[in-house]
Every structure is written in C-alpha cells, then in structure tokens.
C-alpha cells in the first residue's frame, strides 16, 4: 500500500488524481479547505466497489494556516502513517486577471501566501516523512500559460514561477535520498476555474481534468516521459 498526500484534492485536478490513485489499494490524504466537497469525495470512493483506496480527510485553509497548523499535520502524519510515498502540491487560488499597476495588493499576499508560501511549509514539513519511504515523489502542479502569456499573472505567475524554483532548489538539496522531485507545467484543461477565466473558450476543446491526471501519474508513478513534466 502506498500513501499519498494530496492538496487541493476536492474539485478539479486534484479530485482527479484523488480518484485515479483511488482505483489502486492506495492510502490518500485529502487535504482541501472545502469540507462538504471533501466528504462528497470521501463517499464517493468508500461507496463505488471499484475504488479500492481507503481516503482520509484533512480540513485545512492554506490561506489561513500557521506553522502549528503545519506542525500539527506532521505530528498527525508521522503518527498514522510513519512515511508517505507521495505528495501532490496541486492546491492553489487564481485570482481575477489585473495588470500589476491596479492588482490589489491584499490580494497580492493572499494569493502568494497560499501558492507560495504554504508550499513551502508543505514541503519542509513532509520531505523527512518521503524520505522514510523505499522510493517517494514530490510533484508541484505548476502552469504552461504563465510561461506562454504571461500579462495579467500577476501574483498567481509570480507564485507558481517561485515555487518552481524551490522545487528545483530541493532537487538539488537532496541528490541522494529516496525522494524524486517533479515539476508538471501543464496545459490548460478543462475545470470550473478556467471556465470562470475564460468564458468564451470552449470547453470540448481542451483535455479534462481526468486525463491530465492521468498523463502526470503516468509520468510520476509509471516512469513514462513528458515534455511538461520534468523530472529534476
């Protein structure tokens, strides 16, 4: 049984991966601020015979959290489990697109401190308990669009291109351990997010959720290659 420690895990990408790691006699942890999602997702897979996964459930605000919030979920961690054999870094808030001159600068620490600075608390506090594992990943789902246009990113460019640098730095930390650090810049697919975003793109037009998910576990879990997902 593998464990993996999932972010974001309610809606979107992560509900996708939490469902495709589901299928396999996996333990999940399903860290998302959004309780109600999060128990429809619980039911969800205790109640369908072919997800074999057993899922625990992990309320946290990133946007609200404190280091003893961090701490707290090590110690919880540490406790249940002793190891984990993954962490998906996937939970994140896009804000409205605002050229940097009128981009609210409250808004600005909030979307820093939740795709940002919480990553980094994630990955300090859970990098001794991958590392207790034979073989371990550490993903960070990050963003081709950035990249590709990046106006009107704002604090949501900033914060991904940072934490794709501190991924990398971590690669480059921890050379010999057990841990394998990935970073999945991923095109656009399909989600109620980008629908908001962008509301006159067609939807059938990009990949869903499920598949992206798909293509990353492949890559992470399965040794597969991907021009967008690199391993450092």
């Not at 059938?204 to 967008?228: C, F, H, R, Y």
Request: hydrophobic share 40%; glycine share 4%.
């Amino acid at each position: 049984m593998s464990i993996y420690l999932i972010t974001g895990a309610a809606q979107g990408l992560g509900r996708s991966l939490s469902l495709a790691l589901a299928k396999e006699d996996n333990q999940l942890i399903l860290l998302d601020k959004d309780l109600k999602a999060l128990n429809y997702l619980y039911d969800e897979i205790n109640n369908t015979n072919e997800l074999l996964a057993e899922p625990a459930l992990y309320p946290m605000d990133l946007l609200g959290a404190n280091i003893d919030h961090y701490q707290a979920l090590t110690t919880t961690l540490e406790a249940e489990y002793g190891r984990l054999d993954g962490v998906f870094l996937n939970a994140a808030t896009l804000p409205a697109f605002t050229p940097v001159e009128h981009f609210d600068y409250t808004q600005w620490y909030e979307v820093l401190h939740t795709n940002l600075n919480a990553n980094f608390h994630l990955i300090q506090q859970t990098l001794p308990l991958l590392k207790q594992a034979d073989k371990s990943v550490m993903v960070a789902v990050l963003d081709q669009n950035i990249e590709e246009h990046p106006a009107y990113y704002g604090a949501y460019g900033a914060a991904k291109a940072g934490l794709e640098q501190l991924m990398k730095t971590c690669a480059k930390e921890n050379p010999e351990t057990s841990v394998r650090f990935y970073n999945a810049k991923l095109e656009g697919f399909q989600s109620n997010t980008r629908s908001r975003q962008f509301p006159s793109e067609n939807p059938a037009t990009l990949p869903t959720s499920d598949a992206i998910a798909q293509q990353l576990l492949n890559v992470v879990l399965e040794g597969l290659t991907s021009e967008s997902i690199e391993k450092l």
